[in-house]
Every structure is written in structure tokens, then in C-alpha cells.
Nanobody, 119 residues
Framework: QVHVVESGGGLVQAGGSLRLSCAAS????????MGWFRQAPGKEREFVAS????????YYAGSVKGRFTISRDNAKNTVYLQMNSLKPEDTADYYC????????????WGQGTQVTVSS
């Protein structure tokens, strides 16, 4: 079973940048299309971005397209989310898991990493 641990969150001013990491355990990590999700206080978890197993295909939610970039390093069992031009509405806990557009089941959810964008 693959487990994930997210890191890299923090407090940043609007317009700033952060890079999130998702480190996965297990030899099957590279066989999964992976995604990033976020959950703002009082709101449901929402999809942010996804990347194929090879890293060649990427997909973004409209709210982050052009500002966020997802990438992965299968040798390091890690998925990244580079977030630029951050906005206060990007404030949320961020999580990684399998791409919901491809799979019906999820890996055990990690603890997430908190991102706070001040105006």
C-alpha cells in the first residue's frame, strides 16, 4: 500500500510562491497517475491538478491554470506542486492522492500541508 506525506506549505503574501512536495512510500507509486487536491475551511475538498505516470500529461483546474505547475520525480517517489502568483482564495490544506479522473479509489489520505495566503 502506498502512503503519502505532504510538505512545503506555509504563510505567504499574495503574489508570492510556494512549492509543495508529496513523498510517497511503496514501489507502485510510479504506476499511478497522481493529483493534488485542496480543502478550504468550511468547504469540500476540490481537485487542483493531476499528472500522468510518465509525467507527460498534466491537467489543471481552471482556477489555478497558468499559475500552478505539477511535476513528478518517479526516482524519488515524489510529486510537486509549484504555486506562483498566489491569491488569498488559494488558502487551504493541500493533499495529494491518485488522479480522481482515472481512479475510483484513493490511497490513504495524508495529513496535508497548510497554505495561507495573506492579502
Amino acid at each position: 500500500q502506498v502512503h503519502v506525506v505532504e510538505s512545503g506549505g506555509g504563510l505567504v503574501q499574495a503574489g508570492g510562491s510556494l512549492r509543495l512536495s508529496c513523498a510517497a512510500s511503496g514501489r507502485t507509486f510510479s504506476s499511478y497517475d497522481m493529483g493534488w487536491f485542496r480543502q478550504a475551511p468550511g468547504k469540500e475538498r476540490e481537485f487542483v491538478a493531476s499528472i500522468s505516470r510518465s509525467g507527460l500529461m498534466r491537467y489543471y483546474a481552471g482556477s489555478v491554470k497558468g499559475r500552478f505547475t505539477i511535476s513528478r520525480d518517479n526516482a524519488k517517489n515524489t510529486v510537486y506542486l509549484q504555486m506562483n502568483s498566489l491569491k488569498p482564495e488559494d488558502t487551504a490544506d493541500y493533499y495529494c492522492n491518485k488522479d480522481p479522473r482515472v481512479y475510483r479509489d484513493y490511497l490513504p489520505w495524508g495529513q496535508g500541508t497548510q497554505v495561507t495566503v495573506s492579502s
